[in-house]
């Protein structure tokens, strides 16, 4: 695994005829938070997620897109990205344009009991029942991670480069085969949005 600081000094031969994955964290943002300055944060880490991103390509430019959520392919998950999360769009715009296509990585099935485990984790009360639902969250969880480690390997050919988008708690997670090779793309900006949230969740 490559951290992007370090990429300068990587031989870059060393990766063009390998699988490449740039592995962006993803952020949640509930649509109804008013909260300007995070709002700010959010749309400067993803300016800086693609500037990280496009300094990576020159081991390869990016023809893929896997970001979590997604179960529909091509135009359609653009639009959906779009419309549910305007802040990661210009990011997928920009590689989209330029040539990649998103993929998407998620069953339907297994995604929509994922879902249903951690709503039901948010609203439990007592420790017995929410170790129950914890057991059946982490589980289906597991199958998940698996099916996007599947699909990330059979879509990702020898020599090219694809983004993940994806928790970084899942990410580390999450099964891929051995010749992948891993480069984290975290912005500078990710330990400020988790700061700023931690601090609003305590006052």
């Keep these: 695994m490559a951290e992007l600081g370090k990429i300068q000094r990587l031989n870059v031969e060393d990766f063009k005829s390998k699988r490449r994955l740039f592995c962006i964290p993803n952020l949640f943002i509930p649509e109804e938070d008013e909260d300007e300055y995070l709002k700010g944060l959010i749309e400067k880490y993803w300016f800086e997620a693609l500037s990280n991103v496009e300094k990576l390509e020159k081991l390869g430019f990016v023809t893929k897109i896997f970001i979590e959520t997604i179960f529909i392919e091509s ?10 999360n305007p802040y990661l769009y210009p990011l997928i715009e920009k590689k989209v344009s330029e040539g990649a296509v998103v993929i998407g990585i998620e069953n339907p099935e297994i995604f929509g009991e994922f879902i249903d485990w951690g709503n039901c984790l948010r609203v ?80």
């Design 75 to 84: 135009s359609e998950a653009v639009d959906i990205i779009r419309e549910t």
């Design 124 to 203: 439990v009360k007592t420790r017995t029942v929410m170790e129950k639902i914890f057991d059946y969250f982490n589980k289906i969880n597991h199958k998940r991670l698996e099916e996007i480690g599947n699909k990330i390997s059979k879509n990702l050919q020898e020599g090219e480069s694809a983004i993940l988008i994806l928790r970084e708690q899942d990410r580390i997670k999450l099964p891929l085969e051995k010749d992948i090779e891993v480069f984290l793309v975290v912005p500078s900006t990710y330990d400020d949005i988790l700061r700023y949230l931690r601090d609003k969740l305590l006052s």
